[in-house]
């Protein structure tokens, strides 16, 4: 039976975080029980952090039952990390009904996850519901003008080259997926499910998922990067350069997959 709901915090360097982050997911263990009947497992995915992230993540683990270290013994970057978490929850597909992708830096708040559970139970339609900055009501604090304006270009770069329906926001890594939706979703394409190691993968999963049919939706919620404790780990100008490539990539992708 499908009765649970995994959460994969992929973490690299989040030493200030990781134990506040699971904190916060263990306070909503009860209440997602109640209103949806779904267990709760929280995976940490340590990508080889250089910090001790290890070492909280093994202490978390081995406190609370429902908690899970999964160790990248190297740095592999954030793809590799949000793909190790899809394979974590393909593996459990039998007891897992949604995994919830989130990063793991306490700029996103896990209470968001009731109204993506909302989404998906009150319509078996969507298979994808994403944490949007660009729908009303959403607030972003504490971000750079600078990081601002490029995560506004970056959208309608990716907007104009990749036109996926229901879709504002295709950046951000909060999203909450159907796990039968991943399943279809590896059988197509195996280990190239993502193949970009930086930022960009949120952008190449979504739309790989779109090329098999997927259906989305968005809620609007409010990011916090005034909560974030360390710097951040995006590089603007390479993303933004690699964003532009991507685009053009995926885009010829989802022609050649059309003409089959």
Known sequence: ?????????PAYNEQGNVER????WLSMEEIIKDRYGLGLEVAIVNDGS?????????????????????????????????????????????????LCI????????????????????????VDVVIASRYQKGAKVHGLAGYRHLTSIGARWIFKLLLPVKQV???TCGYRLYRTTLLECAYKEFGE??????????????????NI?????????????????????KMKVIKTSF????????????GIKRRKR
């Open 102 to 125: 989130m990063d793991c830096d306490n700029t996103q708040d896990p209470n968001y996850v009731l109204d993506m559970l909302k989404k998906t139970e009150d319509d078996e339609t």
């Open 242 to 253: 690699r964003s532009i490539s991507l685009g053009i990539q995926l885009r010829q992708l």
């Open 21 to 24: 982050m699971i904190e916060r």
């Open 50 to 98: 250089s910090d001790e992230t290890e070492i909280l993540s093994k202490k978390l683990s081995d406190t609370y039952e429902n908690v899970t270290r999964i160790n990248h013994e190297v740095n592999k970057g954030l793809g590799e990390a949000v793909k190790t978490g899809v394979r974590y929850a393909i593996e459990h597909k039998d007891t897992c009904k949604y």
């Open 192 to 209: 190239e499910i993502i193949e970009n190691a930086g930022f960009t993968c949120m952008v190449e999963l979504l739309y790989k998922l």
């Open 1 to 9: 039976m499908k009765n649970r709901l995994i959460v994969a915090l």
């Open 168 to 170: 504002r926001d295709y």
């Open 212 to 232: 098999i049919g997927a259906t989305f939706a968005e809620i609007p919620f409010e990011l916090h990067y005034d909560e974030k404790v360390g710097a951040s």
